[in-house]
């Protein structure tokens, strides 16, 4: 049976309004807008509401390099050879890797069997623009040089990796910056979710979504941001983050054997760029995903996610986290993508 031909990737969305009577209008009738979006891939939807209500609240975080507000780092490098665990011999023989400013150790709170953490910097507190091509590559490096010798003496963990928790509203758990880098078979529910629609949409059409999605965003210009060699990056139609979310599709990446330095030195050149838009508009928090899937397939590409994080203000403390992200499982977006994309996209033309 032959190939449907691909026409188009659909970008479905539902447009409404709520009417009420407006305080701040004299109590006139007033229509708030809001879009419910559907992700081309898996169908699952995002919620953009509040447009212009939130903005990147900024707290101190120099003042994590006070001792009385630091407390106790294990990532500090007086105290980290000390305090941080080693990996045996069979699994990585010098115990820790490192390079430049970068290392890399087990985690002591593994999310699987292999499970490391990268302390990327020696300071503790490194604002993002700080976050420089140097640190980027060198902390990357180390994370793929591990999950590829994982690989290669355990390949029965067969999805590859990389979590990224940076500055307090993103969750983590510690301000020095650090990566977690791991082997599984149980990637999480959106990466499980992407890979079976992909592998559908390749039997379907016997052409890879991934490259689909590329090249129909760039046809479009609505959210496409630009390319840096083989890395495209694009403003997702269904974000992930109340403040967007922007991806990086390595389009013929599909497993880590296929990730080399050029494809690091090209994601964080992007990422550069991504990291001067959040400079620029008062982001200093956020969540980064990369994943590499199994061998032998040619239908889910790698891809980096990366969300801004914040707090919805600074009196209480309020995450940018409710019950539609922690009940319903649905994302809230107050940013819509192509807003968002031409803001990102200056910055990749400079």
């Not at 953009?48 to 903005?55: D, P, Q």
Request: charged share 25%; net charge negative.
């Amino acid at each position: 049976m032959g190939k449907t031909s691909v026409k188009t990737i659909e970008f479905n969305r539902i447009e409404a309004e709520s009417a009420f009577l407006h305080p701040r209008q004299n109590f006139e009738p007033f229509c708030e807008k809001f879009q419910v979006r559907f992700d081309p891939l898996t169908g699952r939807t995002t919620h953009y509401s509040h447009f212009g209500a939130i903005k990147p609240q900024r707290i101190p975080v120099e003042s994590y390099r006070e001792s009385a507000v630091k407390g106790f780092c294990p990532f500090c490098p007086e105290v980290r050879d000390k305090v941080t665990p080693k990996f045996p011999e069979n699994i990585l023989p010098e115990g820790r890797l490192s390079k430049g400013e970068a290392v890399l150790f087990p985690n002591m709170f593994p999310y699987d069997v292999y499970s490391a953490v990268t302390v990327m910097t020696d300071e503790h507190v490194v604002p993002v623009e700080a976050l420089n091509g140097t640190r980027l590559v060198d902390s990357f490096s180390l994370g793929i040089d591990f999950l590829k010798r994982v690989k290669f003496i355990d390949q029965s963990l067969p999805y590859h990796i990389m979590t990224w928790n940076y500055m307090p509203p993103s969750g983590g758990g510690l301000v020095h910056p650090h990566q977690q880098y791991f082997a599984t078979k149980f990637p999480g529910n959106q990466f499980m979710d992407e890979y079976r629609a992909s592998k559908e949409f390749f039997e379907k059409y016997g052409v890879s979504y991934w490259k689909e999605l590329i090249n129909t965003e760039k046809d479009l210009l609505e959210r496409f941001i630009g390319s840096v060699g083989n890395s495209h990056w694009i403003a997702s139609f269904a974000s992930l983050g109340m403040l967007g979310d922007v991806m990086c599709i390595f389009p013929e990446i599909y497993s880590i054997d296929d990730f080399t330095e050029v494809h690091i030195t090209q994601l964080v050149s992007g990422l550069e760029k991504v990291f001067e838009y959040y400079k620029s508009n008062n982001i200093f928090s956020f969540n980064a995903s990369l994943v590499f899937w199994e061998n032998n397939q040619e239908f889910f590409s790698t891809h980096f996610r990366i969300i801004p994080r914040t707090f919805l203000n600074v009196r209480d403390y309020a995450p940018d986290f409710n019950f539609y992200q922690a009940l319903l499982q649905e994302p809230i977006c107050v940013v819509l993508p192509e807003d968002l994309c031409r803001d990102v996209r200056k910055y990749f033309e400079s």
